[in-house]
């Protein structure tokens, strides 16, 4: 059997596998980070320190759930590390000295420039080996710091070069997913100093509302605001943006840290394959602990044996050349659906949804209570297919409307 290498030299930092805790509450201090370490992931983002300490609201979670689910979406409150910068910089150097061939990033957040370049000073003398510049938290009550920071591109580049004064360290600019482009804002970090982008951070949300308090959740002594929402909600939205990133002119080299959404090994290998060298996790720790990483990297292993890669450098980003622009998609194809009648279940969902949501191309039998294609209606849009709750619906026949032949394999 081949030898798969999990490990990733990122930025000049070797890494024993991709998965590391983001800057968030599961790696919030010295007995949090070492027990991750010794389940196995490759690095820790530790939680962001500043200056700022934190003073939090009680309760500062909600959760997004849909049917059978656990929660789909999960808003957080907290802001950065509550505890003393002293003790942070403590547990830095603690962890390093017992764990030195484990990676740990620094995440940091000042509110002006003396402390960018200071806090950069503090973390590359307590032994960090890179430095992660939180420009993305939406839930600051400052608005000298977080998202309201990372929207705008030329205070990122001012406070890139404060902390490039501070230190020799590798350095990532974590991006706000709360702007239309993040392209800009990542070029205007790295021309300030940054090495690379970690992105995305939580997007700004209000999950539910209590219809009889008419109050947002969570509940804060009778108030809610606006904050920081992430899961795999928002998987989707993460890897539009690294998508974008890599693809740009001047970004196409760039080194990414994906997060967002990563629950499963097969979440992970879709942030590698758009151009993620290394993977931050948070929420999935959040609903079932570090031994998730266990996971990860097995799903990750087998995934990279059945593809005959053994180096996991060597899928990065191989999906965005398949990724192009939507005038570009040929629009002479069609690919019809097909019913397995053997597997139907003759519940009808296929039928209301294409006659409510779609085109009306399915007939149904009332008899035989049996559905059919009527190939002179359908376009190939596949809702039936995606609502058919027992997968009876599949890929079919390939057709172009020019009338040209095809031999191409139905995915």
Known sequence: MKK????IDFLGVKFPNPFCLSSSPVGNCYEMCAKAYETGWGGVVFKTIGFFIADEVSPRFDANAKESTDFIGFKNMEQI?????????RDIKRLKKDYPNQVLIASIMGENEKEWEELAKLVTQAGADMIELNFSCPQMTSHAMGSDVGSNAELCKKYCQAVRRGTHLPVLAKMTPNVTN???????????????????????SITQVDLQKEIGLPIVDGKSSISGYSGKAVKPIALRFIQQLRTHPELKDVAISGMGGIETWIDAAEFILLGASTLQVTTSIMQYGYRIVEDLISGLEFFMLEKGVTKLSD???????????????????????????????????????CFDGAHQAIKWDCALREPSIDKTKCVGCHLC?????VNAISNGEIVFKSGRKTTEIKV
Not at 182 to 204: F, Q, R
Not at 333 to 338: A, S
């Open 4 to 7: 798969i290498d999990l490990s």
């Open 81 to 89: 590390a509550e505890h003393s910068l002293e003790e942070n910089l």
């Open 182 to 204: 993040m392209e800009p804002i990542a070029i205007a970090s790295l021309a300030g100093g940054a090495d690379g982008i970690a992105a995305i951070n939580t997007v700004k």
């Open 315 to 353: 899928l990065v980003g191989l999906a965005n050349k398949n990724i192009i622009p939507a005038e570009d998609l040929n629009r002479d194809y069609i690919l019809y659906p097909q019913i397995d009648l053997a597997k139907c279940i003759k519940c009808g969902r296929c039928f209301i949804s």
């Open 385 to 389: 297919k995606l609502v058919c709750p």
